[in-house]
């Protein structure tokens, strides 16, 4: 075969795809190839049908079949994107674990005795009114069911626990415990059971004292009964005597009381309602922990607006301190107070209850006693046994969406993190929240909480806002912002951004009670207090020089560790890429008979299909590079004789160009 033969035959063979018809043939070929021995066995069948009505039905079978697959493959994948978790619950045992941290406060948050510094807006809405009962140093008390009055020593006539029974009288009755039991009567009325539910020390509508000409209590015996008639229209009257509004939707004037002496205490500065409130030194007769005797050293304080002065152990807010562990379980190892509450110093119309409110919670987290707390009365040991529970979260974009901040993040959303350096908490940043609301809408502060525009949590507002201006919310018009602000906060309009924490630590626990101090050990206490301190004789010796009894003062309250097992809750990721790969995987294996090798071979013919494809581009582009003049084309040659081509038939333009001789031959 001569040269240029061979040369014609190459480029004939190269530009074979140069027709349309050509490239489908080829397409075709190769999908057919694969289709013959397809692992999807509905193509197979389609392909081998032997009539048209079968490859209709094996053809509609089949693409049926992937859209299950892939209506199931979805879900699968939504699935994995929702982002699921299992918690796992583990018990270990610790050989030492830190103890918690034990906030105390006097349900009474100011003393009677300190009203004059209080601020005249406080001593005219609590100071005392003169009665004949009180000029002859008898107080009279509502009994139970609003019959009787008792009559008690002037000394405690203030108090919430009027009707307590003399010395005489024995160890009153304990309150209803957790268990549903009750301790025996002696005729005393049983205190509240401590409780971890939130709210106020006692519920509305209880009597208030008698004595007071600005709350005179209506006379209900003697009332006609055409009269009785037309008042239980607009009131009704509890078994106190005290009138409750009937009017759905109006506030209880108890309600209403507490409301304006709050909004009077949270206005007073801080070193004042400090100055008025109960003291650590005189609410703690003794402390030990492990063994070993506390002081208010261990103790860190705080001004709450309910409850006045609180005294935190154990707190974690002062670095300089060493966190209290405790490495065996038992009441002599844990904490044990012992407190005078000073009831001669409540206020009758103010503090329904007498004792303290009580709470526990990890280290370094703001306490707040009016939402968590729990109270114990007196005349009783409280013994609280604890279980500590870890709980851990995933983070975003697991569902909890929890995140751990640090210090400085945590002063950016909340304010009491600036004001007592203490770690992040959902509950002190919705309060937080609260606060930026009425700050931003009312020009002015709720001062149940901290709202000075230096703190990092309100800076974004001093552009709009003069901090020099910013006075504690007291006129009537920001009194109805600050009302619609809580209204929203309630129906969780506002937008407070607070996630909650990925690592979470709460004491569980539960609490008993018993009759302290015991008739035998009574003596004992008062030998003991009457050595400590002057201002101890007055829990012995009451203002009349009679002897207080300790059901009106006296309490203990034991914190301890039932036992050092550690209770741990997790969240893990039950759903992760095997398992979405696995569910694909058996979707697809299901419904079309596919498998990852299968796939494979699904991605070489698309491999070739495109390889195919980029040659077919390459050869359109050299084409139209190439220059027209040397574009020849060359009949095929027959081999069935052989001959001699005469050059001299040929073109001197034609020899040239290809390099011919005169003459030669082809074999």
């Known amino acids: 075969m001569s040269s240029l033969e061979a040369r014609g035959l190459e480029d004939q063979d190269f530009f074979k795809m140069d ?33 048209r009505i079968r490859a209709i039905f094996w053809t509609l ?11 199931q493959c979805a879900e699968v994948i939504g699935k994995y994107y929702s982002y699921p978790v299992d918690t796992k619950l583990s018990f270990t045992h610790e050989k030492k674990v830190k103890f918690p941290a034990v906030t105390i406060c006097n349900v009474n948050p100011i003393k009677k ?42 000394p405690s006539a203030g108090t919430a626990s009027s009707a307590t029974p003399t010395p005489s009288a024995g160890a009153p009755s304990g309150p209803s415990v957790a268990s549903g039991t009750t301790a025996p009567s002696t005729g005393a009325p049983a205190g509240p059971a401590p409780s971890a539910a939130p709210g106020t020390t006692a519920p509305p509508g209880s009597p208030p004292p008698m004595g007071r000409k600005k709350r005179a209590v209506t006379d209900t015996t003697s009332t006609t009964a055409a009269s009785a008639t037309a008042a239980s229209n607009t009131t009704n009257s509890t078994s106190s005597g005290s009138p409750r509004s009937k009017v759905p939707g109006q506030k209880n004037a108890r309600f209403q009381f507490r409301e304006q002496f709050g909004h009077l205490w949270a206005n007073l500065d801080p070193e004042t309602r400090i100055d008025v409130g109960h003291d650590l030194d005189t609410m703690i007769i003794s402390c030990t922990y492990n063994g070993q005797v506390c002081s208010a050293d261990n103790f860190t304080s705080f001004n709450n607006h309910v409850f006045g002065n609180c005294f935190t152990f154990n707190s974690g807010w002062d670095s300089t301190q060493t966190i209290a562990t405790s490495s065996q379980p038992g009441p002599l190892y844990g904490l044990s107070i012992e407190m005078y509450i000073e009831q001669d110093e409540y206020i009758g119309d103010l503090t329904e209850s007498a004792g303290v409110r009580v709470q526990i ?7 707040f006693p009016e939402d968590q707390g729990f109270n114990i009365p007196p005349a009783f040991l ?48 919705l309060k937080s929240c609260y606060q930026y609301y009425v700050i931003k809408d009312c020009k002015c502060g709720d001062p149940s909480y901290p709202f000075e525009l230096k703190y990092e949590a309100f800076q974004n507002l001093s552009g709009s806002i003069n901090a020099t201006n910013l006075k504690p919310c007291s006129n009537e018009t920001q009194e109805e912002c600050v009302e619609d602000i809580k209204l929203q906060f309630s129906r969780d309009e506002l937008s407070c951004d607070c996630p909650l ?16 101090p015991s008739q035998q050990y009574e003596q004992s206490l008062y030998q003991t207090l009457g050595a400590e301190g002057t201002h101890l004789n007055n829990i012995i010796f009451g203002g009349g020089g009679k002897a207080a009894a300790p059901s009106e003062n006296l309490l203990k309250l034991e914190v301890y560790f039932d036992e050092l097992n550690l209770q741990k809750v997790s969240e893990f ?8 790969l696995a569910d694909l995987g058996g979707q697809v294996g299901l419904w079309v008979g596919l498998s990852v090798i299968a796939l494979f071979e699904v991605v070489e013919l698309l491999f070739d299909v495109l390889k195919l494809a980029f040659y077919k581009c390459v050869a359109i582009s050299k084409s139209k590079k190439r220059p027209h003049s040397r574009q020849i084309k060359v009949n095929p040659v027959r081999r069935a004789s052989k001959h001699i081509i005469n050059t001299s038939t ?5 020899k040239k160009p290809l390099g011919y001789d005169n003459t030669y031959s082809t074999n």
């Open 19 to 51: 027709g349309k018809d050509d490239r489908q043939d080829t397409v075709e070929s190769m999908a057919l190839a694969w289709a013959s021995n397809s692992p999807v066995n509905g193509v197979q069948n389609i392909i081998r049908s032997s009539s």
């Open 61 to 71: 079978l089949l693409f049926g079949c992937l859209g299950i697959m892939i209506e």
């Open 113 to 154: 005795s300190m009203l004059a510094r209080a601020g005249t807006d406080i001593k005219a809405l609590l100071g005392p009114a003169p009665s004949e009962n009180e000029d002859a140093g008898i107080v009279g008390t509502s009994a139970p069911g609003g019959s009787a009055t008792a009559q008690v020593p002037a």
């Open 361 to 367: 919670h990890p280290q370094n987290i703001m306490s």
């Open 382 to 429: 409280t013994s609280i046994a604890l279980k500590r529970l870890e709980i851990t979260r995933q983070p975003h974009p697991y569902p909890s969406k929890c995140v751990n901040f640090t210090r400085e993040q945590a002063k950016e959303r909340s304010v009491f993190s600036s004001v007592y350096n203490v770690d992040y908490s959902v509950t002190s940043c």
């Open 501 to 516: 924490s990925c690592t979470d630590i709460e004491y569980k626990g539960g609490s008993s009670f018993a009759n302290w």
């Open 573 to 580: 990721e039950s759903y992760d890429v095997f398992s979405l």
């Open 650 to 654: 040929l073109s001197d333009d034609l």
